[in-house]
């Protein structure tokens, strides 16, 4: 199946789409302008959709539009690989958590206080998650932090950060930025 979010959305809310589970596609139309219009998409929005892709070849790409996914928006779902393709949204926790994610490319955010990330990719499921690919050529000023469990429970094997990266938090044993890692 595939789920069509017209050009004309803005913002989905809370729980619009929570639980049905089917596989499918997700697709956020362009309008006349070949422009994306989607900026805000609200907790649980897509959780547990059986989302595998916004396309045949179950990419997950991220509008270009997109300004904020609040928490669990895309979690437990069947996202494989997921490409920001320009966008810096604000990330709220576990917005893709629990999903069996291989790659992140172009991982960009926007964090202005230090607040954001939260366990965004932690718990991939079969600790599938191996590469992680920023945009570094045109990466957030504020992204500077990593909020612990943000890439936890994967299967990393090497990872070069960012240089404007300069915290990583730390709040216990089991809660560091890239806990329990077996890569």
Request: aromatic share 14%.
């Amino acid at each position: 199946g595939n789920l069509i979010i017209p050009a004309g959305v803005k913002s989905i809310y809370s729980s619009a789409f929570y639980g049905n589970d089917y596989d499918k596609t997700l697709t956020f139309n362009k309008d006349s302008n070949g422009k994306y219009n989607i900026e805000n998409i609200g907790f649980g929005t897509f959780e547990n959709c059986g989302i595998l892709g916004t396309d045949s070849t179950l990419l997950f790409t991220i509008p270009d539009s997109v300004k904020h996914i609040d928490e669990d928006s895309f979690k437990r779902n069947k996202i494989k690989n997921v490409d920001f393709n320009g966008a810096t949204p604000t990330l709220l926790r576990s917005c893709f958590s629990e999903n069996p994610l291989i790659s992140i490319k172009n991982f960009n955010m926007s964090n202005p206080n230090k607040q954001y990330g939260y366990a965004l990719f932690n718990e991939s499921v079969d600790k599938s998650l191996k590469n992680i690919d920023f945009n570094y050529a045109s990466l957030d000023n504020n992204f500077d932090y990593l909020h612990f469990n943000v890439f936890s429970n994967g299967s990393l094997r090497s990872i070069m950060l960012p240089e404007n990266i300069t915290d990583i938090k730390y709040t216990g044993m089991d809660s560091n930025a890239f806990y329990g890692n077996k890569g």
